[in-house]
């Protein structure tokens, strides 16, 4: 079974930036798409980014595109988001997710939660104005 496990969240004022680690286990962490979601209080989970196991392909929300990129280390079996720029809205509790399956051409496949095996705890990033 995989477990990931997030940090590198914490209180920032707006305009700062944070970068969020997930380090994974197994030995198949090269194939997993590694993805990136958020959910505020009263609010549904959202994407927010998405990497295929290769590294070459990167998915991002309209909401955060030109703010924050996501990146991976594979012979470190961790995936980053760093996040630059940082808004009030960003407020949320971040999620790491890895998808075992083989790459999806379709890239609104990753945007949904539900196609991921495997989640992290969360960690909190909250943001000041």
């Known amino acids: 079974q995989v477990q990931l496990v997030e940090s590198g969240g914490g209180l920032v004022q707006a305009g700062g930036s944070l970068r969020l680690s997930c380090a994974a286990s197994g030995r198949t962490f090269s194939s997993y798409t590694m993805a990136w979601f958020r959910q505020a209080p009263g609010k549904e989970r959202e994407f927010v980014a998405a990497?295929?196991?290769?590294?070459?392909?990167?998915y991002y929300a309209d909401s955060v595109k030109g703010r924050f990129t996501i990146s991976r280390d594979n012979a470190k079996n961790t995936v980053y988001l760093q996040m630059n720029s940082l808004k009030p809205e960003d407020t949320a509790v971040y999620y790491c997710?890895?998808?075992?399956?083989?790459?999806?051409?379709?890239?609104?496949?990753?945007?949904?939660?539900?196609?991921?095996?495997?989640w992290g705890q969360g960690t909190q990033v909250t943001v000041s104005s």
């Open positions: 990497i295929r196991g290769s590294g070459g392909r990167l």
């Open positions: 997710a890895a998808d075992s399956a083989l790459p999806v051409s379709i890239a609104s496949y990753y945007y949904t939660a539900g196609v991921y095996d495997y």
